[in-house]
């Protein structure tokens, strides 16, 4: 069996975009793998123009945002430092090892890797999320500049969502029958780590044995 | 769906069924992210039927041809009633053009004024003001323009047991054909996921958010067609289409194709020459629960160029003042962006000669800020500066607009439009001209504009001479924006057959439209609505406006830019003093220097400059034309004498 992985394409981001940049992915991603009934719900973010879908199921809305809230403190612990945020679909292979989160009876068939470089940029707002897109600064030069990293940052961000489509598209043998979905979506996991984590490269090595290869994606 | 078809006669059967829903569900999910009227009237019935929902609990509130690839689609009537032929035979493809109708920069006399009648008379306020700026595009021709073109397809083959859907290929027929089935739905379901995705990230789903939203009322609209063959675009066309094709799902007897050709930048379709940056114009949205007051309205085929046009148009001169004053009435309440916008759009009218129309209906009906938005409107647009080929210094302009001004006082707006526009026809134009003798010149000199670019140019000169044009362009867009009011919707709501395939041709398209001019055109049923066409001016100013919707730099970057391309204006100014007969270079140079007094002052002293202004100059032209008459009387008189010599002789 088969482990695809699809490694996003890196963003820079600041640190106020980060919320709404990862929510857009992951919920982009959990919506091709939601395939049980869904009303998909469509959300604007507020810092691009960009529309994303959810799957509109309440529990994993909740589940994302702690994990970008965990995210997110990381971020400001480490900061200027590339983060990346694994997000891992898994099929159960024997329901009564699921007290033991780590073991075999975990089988984990696609993965996808959020890279994002968290750069820190002169304070002119706070730290909270909920900014309009016309924001007015005083500094002219400043807000322009903003603004066209800003845009930089969109066409990056819509190419991101393409790069899932196409993953999404191109790959579809390895996703498991539906029938065998218990819920809206297969079950998942998120984890987050830091580019020098070296914590994380043994996580990564330990499910690479308990899965098999993984294929490397471009 | 659930049960499993163990059989190999039922399988086909299952696939098929597979393959005909994934046709219909392709389409609800493309027209439902295209088609405003559906979207917007589901909205609201949306909230109903979904409960929030966690896993597999509330299937109750799904239709059941939600459960076709577990997903819950809004409502929409327009897929439900194209599918019924794919229903019949899915091996014929099925291609879904979005069409972006708006507005080309032709002039066109005959399709002027009414439907922006029927456009005030629904909005409030503020989505009024705006209306009127895009009025200005309702004097062109309407031009569609394929965004996107998606195509389902199935490419049957000759059946085999090979390929039954990627992993379980070629184990004997038994087991291909259980895995089949399964492998098909699984696939097409995750194809249908990644459609809903990418319709929302295609550059079309903004246009049709900004319709929904009703922000963009009245530029332009989406429209759509299904058809099953391909009217191929031409190469240029196609050079300027990017595709996206999604990876075809195999199954036992063909593949599932989908693709979608789209242009990258909806910008470039939707600012053609006279729209700098902003997608321009459709008549027909197609909307929401609001509609129905529109349905209201007496309608029924009209063909274009209908006399009562220019009925309509000749009225205009003063039948605008009425329309003004209505306004209030079916309007909540003036939103504060919007008196705002008002008053200091408002001060040029200063200058202006009050046309006929405006003292009588002035001091009872109409307050004073309409008015004076009226005679700014009329102002504004006149033609005659973007000929004059002569350097002005930027302290002539206003005295140009007066000059512009006075003309058009006594002129029927209306007849503007119609002038520009080269082929229009003598009698057409006759009809159109004011009674009263000063109108001939300013009829010979509009006649030689270039509409277009005098758009641009008033709008720009606008800002030119009033500095905070830009700012108010920001509240207006604004305003614009936060409008979220119902008349865009109701009006859609007309317009929405249109989006029929079935009925899809361009006359048809058009047909709508044209039953709202009509309906528009009996000023005396709907006197709110009647409006001016004369107004254009205002909408010039608009223009300037719209462009700066986007953001405001770039609508800075663009003013800047016409002001640099801005003919120069003396000539008009000249011009117009002819036209006034001499009425006297002071006269102008006094109004002249009005504009940078004003500036800063209230509303109610502009309106009396403006009135002085008017009592200056309307007595001399009337008394031109009193003399002229006089004139003529007595060479009637002599004349008739001398015959009554003869005869006597």
């Known amino acids: 069996m088969n482990c695809e992985v699809c490694q996003l394409k890196e963003l820079e981001v600041e640190h106020i975009e980060v919320r709404e940049v990862l929510r857009c992915i992951l919920h982009t991603i959990l919506f091709h793998r939601a395939l049980g009934l869904v009303r998909p719900k469509d959300v604007d973010l507020e810092l691009f123009d960009i529309t994303y879908v959810q799957c509109g199921d309440v529990e994993h809305e909740k589940k994302i945002n702690e994990k970008i809230d965990h995210f997110i403190d990381r971020v400001e612990k480490h900061p200027n430092k590339k983060n990346q945020i694994c997000l891992s679909f898994y099929e159960v292979k024997n329901k009564q090892a699921t007290w033991f989160t780590n073991k075999v009876e975990r089988h984990y068939w696609e993965q996808w ?35 066209a990293r800003r845009t930089a940052l969109e066409s990056s ?39 020098s984590d070296s914590a994380f490269g043994m996580d990564m090595l330990k499910r690479m044995l308990q899965t098999g290869h993984p294929t490397m994606l471009s | 769906m659930a049960s499993n078809h163990g059989n190999t006669n039922s399988e086909p059967a299952t696939n098929e069924q597979i393959i005909t829903e994934f046709f219909a569900k392709s389409l609800h999910i493309i027209l439902e992210s295209r088609c405003p009227y559906v979207s917007s009237r589901n909205y609201s019935g949306e909230q109903v039927l979904s409960s929030p929902s966690s896993s597999s609990s509330s299937s109750s509130s799904f239709w059941p041809r939600d459960k076709w690839f577990n997903l819950a689609l809004k409502d929409c009537s327009a897929a439900l009633e194209n599918i019924d032929f794919w229903r019949q035979s899915y091996l014929e493809p099925m291609v879904v053009d979005v069409v972006l109708v708006q507005r080309t920069s032709n002039w066109d006399p005959l399709n002027c004024s009414p439907k922006r009648a029927l456009v005030r008379n629904l909005s409030s306020k503020e989505r009024y003001y705006w209306n009127s700026e895009n009025d200005e595009y309702r004097n062109e021709v309407m031009s569609e323009k394929i965004i996107e073109r998606w195509v389902v397809e199935y490419e049957s083959k000759k059946c085999s047991n090979i390929g039954g859907g990627g992993g379980g290929s070629g184990t004997g027929s038994k087991r291909w054909s259980s895995t089949s089935w399964h492998t098909l739905y699984k696939k097409s379901t995750l194809l249908l996921r990644s459609l809903y995705v990418t319709v929302r990230l295609l ?56 693709s979608v050709l789209y242009r990258s930048s909806i910008s470039d379709v939707s600012s053609e020459p006279s729209t700098p940056m902003s997608p321009q114009f459709i008549p027909d949205y197609v909307g929401s629960p609001m509609a129905d007051p529109l349905k209201t309205f007496p309608s029924g085929p009209l063909p274009q160029g209908s006399p009562s046009f220019s009925h309509l148009g000749r009225r205009h001169s003063w039948s605008y003042d009425l329309y003004k004053a209505s306004p209030p009435s079916g309007i909540p309440s003036p939103s504060p962006s919007y008196s705002e916008s ?100 300013s009829k010979s000199s509009l006649a030689k504009m270039d509409c277009r670019s ?18 108010e362009a920001g509240r207006l867009t604004g305003v614009k924006i936060s409008s979220n009011s119902s008349p865009q919707k109701s009006i859609s709501r007309s317009s929405s057959r249109l989006s029929f395939p079935d009925d899809y041709d361009e006359s048809e ?42 953001s405001q730099d770039a609508a800075v970057g663009a003013l800047v830019c016409m ?49 002085s202004a008017a009592s200056l100059l309307a007595p001399k032209t009337t008394a031109d034309a009193l003399e002229e008459l006089r004139g003529y009387a007595v060479m009637k008189n002599s004349l008739l004498k001398q015959g009554g010599d003869h005869k006597h002789t």
């Open chain 1, 113 to 147: 890797y959020i890279n994002l470089n968290t750069v820190q940029h002169p304070k002119t707002h706070s730290g909270k999320s909920h900014h309009s897109k016309v924001v007015v600064d005083p500094g002219e030069t400043a807000s322009e500049e903003r603004n």
């Open chain 1, 157 to 195: 961000l819509r190419e991101v969502l393409f790069q899932i489509i196409k993953f999404v598209n191109e790959k579809k043998d390895h996703v498991p029958p539906i029938p065998n979905l218990d819920g809206v979506s297969f079950p998942y996991e998120i984890t987050i780590s830091s580019s």
């Open chain 2, 203 to 258: 550059p079309a789903y903004k246009l049709f958010r900004d319709l929904i939203s009703s922000a963009q009322i009245g530029m332009y609209n989406l429209g759509h067609r299904v058809s099953s063959f391909v009217e191929p675009f031409t190469r240029t066309e196609e050079a300027e289409m990017q595709r996206f094709v999604f990876t075809p799902v195999d199954t036992a007897c063909g593949r599932l194709c989908l």
């Open chain 2, 342 to 441: 008002h008053a200091t759009f408002a001060k040029p009218h200063s200058y202006r000669l009050p046309p006929t129309g405006v003292t009588r209906h002035l001091p009872d009906e109409t307050p004073q800020e309409h008015v004076k938005n009226t005679n700014y409107d009329e102002y504004s647009p006149s033609p005659n500066f973007s000929m004059s080929p002569s350097p002005s210094p930027p302290t002539y302009t206003p005295g140009i607009h007066i000059s512009n001004a006075l003309k058009r006082s006594e002129s029927a707006p209306v007849s503007i439009p119609a002038i520009r526009a080269s082929g229009i026809p003598p009698l057409f134009y006759n009809q159109m001209l004011p009674p009263s003798p000063p109108l001939r010149p």
């Open chain 2, 454 to 471: 005098t758009l641009l140019q008033a709008g720009s000169t606008v800002d030119k001479i009033f500095p905070f044009g830009k700012d």
């Open chain 2, 509 to 550: 398209f058009s047909g709508p439209f044209v039953v709202d001019e009509d309906d528009m055109t009996d000023p005396g049923s709907r006197p709110g609505s009647f409006d001016p066409v004369g107004n254009p001016c205002g909408q010039n100013d608009h223009v300037g406006v719209s462009a700066v919707k986007k």
């Open chain 2, 563 to 611: 002001l640099k391309k801005a003919p120069p204006l003396q000539q008009d100014l000249q011009n117009s003093a002819n036209l006034l007969h001499g009425s006297r270079p002071e006269i102008l140079k006094s109004t002249t220097m009005d504009p940078n007094q004003i500036s800063g002052q209230p509303v109610m002293q502009q309106s009396a400059a403006m009135s």
